[in-house]
Structures are given as C-alpha cells and as structure tokens.
C-alpha cells in the first residue's frame, strides 16, 4: 500500500560514481574529479560489464558559455528535452526532429556500466568514438550480459590531415559466478534508479547533482590538435562528422 509519505520523497539518485568521457588528444578516457576540481585520466586497460544503455545529449553552449544536458531516454522515439545550464531551454523533440537546433549539443550513447571492484560508472561516447562501439557490438551485442569488455587503448585515426583517435574495446572472459552475482545486484540498482527516473516528465528528469556540478566534463571545449597546413580543428567538430544517423 501506497504511503502519504511517498510525497515528499524526493527522486533517487544516480548510482553511478563515475561519468567517463572519451578524450581523443590524450587517447584515453577522463572523469571529473569534484574534490580536485580537474579532469583524472582513467588507467588503460580497465575492464567492465555494460548494465544499461541509454541516449542523451551533451555539449557546449557557447552563447551562455556553459554544458548542455539533457534527459536520458532508452529509445530514439523518445522526448528529449534539451537544456544549458546557464542558459536555460534550447529544444524539445524527438532526436531526428530537432538535432540542427541544438546549438552545439550532439548525440551521446550513455552506457552504465560496472567496473572489476563491483562500482557503477557511465561511459558517454559520441561521434567517432560512438562509432567504434557500434561496430564493436553490432554482430555480438548477445555476448554483453555475460562477458567483461575491456578498453584497451587507442587506435589512431585520421580524417584528411586531421588525426584523432578512437578506443580499442575487446571481450576479456565471461563473467564467473560472483561476478555475475555481483553484476546483478548492480543492475538492480540501476533498475530501481531509472524506473523512478524514466517515470518522470522528460522536462524533469535533469542529470544526476554529479552531472549538474561536473560542467568542466562536459565535452572537450577547449581541445583542438594541430592539422598540418591549417589552423587547429576541434577534435570535437571532426568527432561529430561521425554521428549516427538517426
């Protein structure tokens, strides 16, 4: 039975510690540190296994100079509902429908994941680093349930004279039975989180306070390489020539 105090019960919150970014100058994944206020280069190989995978968009606002978010949502047919953190509402809509007027926001894959330790974390990919994941899984996305998958390093890429690079993910074993006890109990987390989070409003369902806080990990503002004969490229801007087409 329902209780009245079911009211002021305010939303729970995201069980993933971690919220991993891709950086493609460095070759290698980041996460945003609050207590030192910096982004922390993740040790390479690490190893995990995929929980859930969600859609969502990020970026850079230039005009209020700040992250844009937005929700999280399991499927492409679905609302969202995009916003800056300074500057407020940008777009709402079905990802196809509003994509050229996000106003430097692009497509994110959001996959929760656990780590060997037994803690959550988020991977966010976009652009050519999205891409590598969907040919990694397009013919054995059946195998992620039951098998770790490792990062395992870089592997260079080139786009005219421009040169980034894209992570390297391999199968590292099936999981052994307390593993996958483990992993269970973490999916469970998981599940509990989005049944709440995915039962709100798209307008309401804003990132986790680590998202909220965490604007200095919102996509590569700042990062560019050097092309030859040309003036420097954003890595970001060669990365979202790889955006799926939904």
């Known amino acids: 039975m329902s209780s009245r105090r079911d009211e002021f019960k305010s939303g729970s919150s ?23 206020g910096a982004n922390v280069p993740v040790k390479i190989p690490f190893k995990f296994v995929v929980l859930k995978t969600l859609h969502t968009v990020k970026g850079w606002h230039g005009k209020s100079e700040s992250g844009i978010y937005s929700n999280e949502v399991p499927d492409m047919n679905q609302v969202l509902n995009v916003k800056s953190f300074k500057g407020g509402y940008i777009a709402s809509g079905l990802y196809r429908d509003i994509k050229d007027k996000l106003q430097g926001g692009v497509y994110f894959k959001s996959i929760y994941i656990m780590l060997a330790d037994g803690s959550i974390a988020n991977i966010g990919l976009k652009g050519a680093a999205c891409a590598a994941w969907g040919d990694f899984t397009k013919k054995t996305s059946n195998r992620l349930p039951d098998e ?12 005219g004279s421009v040169k980034y690079t894209i992570p390297a993910f391999e199968f590292k074993g099936s999981l052994k039975e307390a593993e996958g006890e483990m992993a269970d109990a973490a999916y469970d987390q998981i599940k509990a989180y989005f049944n709440d989070y995915l039962s709100r ?3 309401d369902a804003a990132p986790s306070a ?37």
């Open 201 to 203: 409003k798209p307008e």
């Open 210 to 246: 680590d998202e909220l806080l965490a604007e200095e990990a919102i996509p590569n503002k700042t990062a560019h390489v050097e092309p030859a004969k040309k003036a420097p490229v954003a890595v970001t801007q060669i990365e979202d020539d790889f955006e799926l087409p939904f």
């Open 14 to 36: 995201n069980p993933a510690k971690r919220f991993l970014e891709w950086d493609s100058n460095a070759g290698g994944f980041k996460f945003y540190d609050k207590e030192k």
């Open 148 to 159: 770790w998958v490792a990062v395992t390093g870089a592997t260079d890429q080139r786009n």
